[in-house]
């Protein structure tokens, strides 16, 4: 019997046993903005076997020139139900494939780009894996820090319960949906707190990165407060990073393993190096907003920008230390992501960024350099004399992108605020 006959009947059976009323196709716009759109569950099977039509002028990155219809494709292995939606008329979700009405795929979407990429390096026997570590604030409903909550790293004070009780639900609905969840603890600041994601293969931590946002976001909401991935939304408190645990494997077997040493293999070293050479072009990705940058200073735990002798390479990329010789815990740590970036694009520029280092046998020097912008602007200077981004994501959505992030800048830039008034009006 056909396979995706069986997961269509599977998802049938599952949605009429369930009581499942409305299924939400969920896609991603060229930012990282979590969209979508419900469907009745009469349509459950059409949209399985054909897709669903929609106006694709509401994807960011697409020309509303026309009004551009779109098709969404479920892809069946992300049927899930929604567990903080009621039991009865219960919701369902699929991730979608964006594709035009000819069936062509649509190259600015970025769950599209990261498989391209993820195709291009199966061709050459790699698969990639992350683990990630979720930085986020916890808030009140007012989006401030609750005043009980003076907790710190690791604290597991009574006054943190809040935030406890946010993380302990969000951890169980995750757990539900099939996404593995290893830790989560309080973060360094009051309100801040963080969840790590076991390690699984690229495009399904994509998908649970996603996901995982979402369920803190209406988890908080369900409880009264507010959650926020904002890379530093506090200018006295450290900023939400996602610190990323990569691995590359070849015939099954971890490539970064080195058999009785304690440090990663060759191959694993000219990955680290490829993703610190192209780190001053991938930041447009990973740090992807203006305020991304202001995660990027001194004393804040998170590599620094712009400040080329102040920087310790091991705040971008690390390699974490292995126990035991365990061949499929040998990694990079690489830090400079923050939260609120694009994972779908991120994985796609970082996994170009290591195997360009494989290929060209890169190597860590002695006296290598920082080399990641400190603003928005210079990120976008960066990639005008530089084709990687291009090569890593795309011609389309590299366009669409970089304009997106152009209009951001010169909106911000424009930006006037109460501080800085209040700054220049004392002489000015």
Same mark, same amino acid.
């Given at each position: 019997? !056909? ?58 990155? @697409? ?42 795929? @649509? ?8 498989? !391209? ?14 683990? *990630?570590?979720?930085? /986020? ?15 710190? %790293? ?32 309080? $973060? ?5 707190? +963080?969840?790590? &994601? ?19 976001? +209406? ?13 530093? *939304? ?11 645990? &990569?691995?590359? %494997? ?49 004393? &804040?735990? #998170?590599?620094?920008?712009? =400040?080329?002798? /102040? ?12 126990? !035991?010789?365990?061949?499929?815990? %040998? ?8 939260? #609120?970036?694009? *994972? ?51 011609? $389309?959505?590299?366009?669409? %992108? ?9 909106? /911000? ?10 700054? =220049?009006?004392?002489? &000015?």
């Amino acid at each position: 019997m !056909n396979r995706n006959i069986e997961t269509q009947d599977y998802i049938l059976k599952q949605a009429s046993e369930s009581n499942v009323k409305f299924i939400r196709l969920w896609f991603t716009d060229i930012t990282g903005g979590l969209k979508g759109f419900a469907i009745n569950v009469e349509d459950l099977k059409d949209c399985m076997t054909n897709g669903v039509i929609f106006d694709g002028g509401a994807i960011e990155g @697409l020309s509303r020139e026309g009004e551009n219809d779109t098709l969404a494709i479920p892809d069946l292995n992300t049927w899930q139900i929604l567990p903080w939606r009621p039991n009865e008329n219960a919701v369902a979700r699929f991730i979608c494939d964006l594709k035009s009405i000819d069936g062509s795929n @649509l190259m600015v979407d970025s769950r599209q780009v990261l498989k !391209n990429k993820l195709i291009e390096a199966n061709k050459l026997g790699y698969k990639f894996y992350i683990g *990630p570590e979720i930085e /986020y604030y916890y808030l009140n409903s007012e989006k401030n820090i609750s005043s009980g909550d003076d907790a710190g %790293y690791f604290d597991q004070t009574s006054a943190d319960s809040d935030g406890a009780n946010l993380r302990r639900e969000s951890v169980l609905i995750l757990e539900q949906m099939g996404i593995p969840v290893r830790s989560s603890h309080h $973060e360094v600041s009051p309100g801040q707190h +963080e969840i790590d &994601l076991r390690h699984t293969d690229a495009l399904t931590m994509a998908d649970s990165i996603m996901t995982t946002r979402l369920v803190v976001k +209406e988890t908080a909401r369900r409880l009264g407060g507010f959650a926020t991935f904002m890379p530093r *939304p506090f200018d006295k408190l450290n900023g939400s990073g996602l610190h990323l645990h &990569l691995s590359l %494997y070849k015939n099954e077997k971890n490539i970064f393993s080195e058999k009785n040493k304690k440090t990663i293999s060759k191959i694993g070293e000219s990955f680290m190096a490829g993703l610190i050479e192209n780190a001053k072009e991938m930041t447009l990705i990973t740090n992807q907003w203006a305020n991304s940058y202001k995660r990027l200073l001194p004393n &804040l735990e #998170a590599p620094v920008a712009g =400040y080329i002798d /102040y920087q310790n390479i091991e705040d971008i990329v690390r390699v974490p230390p292995v126990f !035991n010789n365990d061949d499929d815990k %040998y990694r990079v740590e690489f830090r400079l992501p923050d939260a #609120a970036c694009n *994972p779908y694009l991120a994985f796609a520029t970082i996994l170009n960024a290591g195997i360009l280092g494989i290929k060209n046998k890169n190597k860590i020097t002695k006296n290598i350099k920082s080399n990641i912008p400190n603003s928005l602007n210079e990120a976008i200077k960066a990639n005008e004399s530089s084709n990687f981004l291009q090569e890593s994501i795309g011609a $389309e959505a590299y366009n669409s %992108y970089i304009d997106n992030k152009k209009k951001e800048w010169m909106g /911000y830039n424009s930006l006037i605020s109460e501080d800085e008034r209040n700054f =220049y009006m004392k002489f &000015l």
